[in-house]
């Protein structure tokens, strides 16, 4: 499904609803480049699980981070990840699936690796404060849940 949204509150607002559909195993690959709004999005899943917003950042120093929502939210950051082979050295695997939320943006760096099942969000901007938001793997339910 595509959304279109208008600014950041947008962008935040549909991860909210997205959010709000995750269940305990879910992974988010987010797409997008720098300002995208991948950041803002989590923002909002972070929200919809009970984390609070402002806990969360651009975990690109740490690459991954785990808030202690129920389930936990993982957020991880692969923008400094150069191949396949470093999602090995950083533990990727192990801190995501299990019971747990996991949000990757620069999911590109591991786009080969994303497990089946797996639920890709392509954020685009098309110019000014739009965001051309596109997702994939969401059954019918979700896509009305997101719509309305
Ligand atoms: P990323 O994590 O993809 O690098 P961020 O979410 O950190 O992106 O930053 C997005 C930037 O773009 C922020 O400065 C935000 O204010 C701005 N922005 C403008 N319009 C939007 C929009 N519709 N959705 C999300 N961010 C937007
Ligand atoms: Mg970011």
Redesign the pocket.
């Known amino acids: 499904m595509k959304l279109t ?8 607002e549909i991860g909210f609803r997205l959010g709000l559909r995750l269940r305990p195993g879910d992974i988010v690959a ?1 797409f ?12 909002g899943i972070a929200r919809a699980l009970g984390v609070d917003s402002g806990e969360v950042v ?1 975990p690109s120093f740490t690459i991954i981070t785990e808030y202690g929502s129920s389930p936990p939210l993982v957020h991880v ?1 692969l923008y400094r990840i150069a191949g396949a082979g470093d999602l090995e050295d950083i533990g990727l695997w192990e801190c995501i699936g299990g019971n747990s939320i996991a949000v990757l ?1 620069w999911a590109e760096r591991a786009e080969d690796e994303l497990p089946d099942g797996t639920l890709r969000v392509r ?1 685009t ?1 098309p110019g ?4 051309e938001i596109a997702i994939e793997g969401l059954d019918e339910e979700d896509r009305d849940h997101l719509q309305a």
Not at 5 to 12: K, L, M
């Open positions: 949204s208008r600014g950041p509150s947008e962008t935040e987010l997008g480049d720098l300002g995208a709004g991948k950041t803002t999005m989590v923002k651009s950051d943006e954020l901007n000014g404060d739009d965001r």
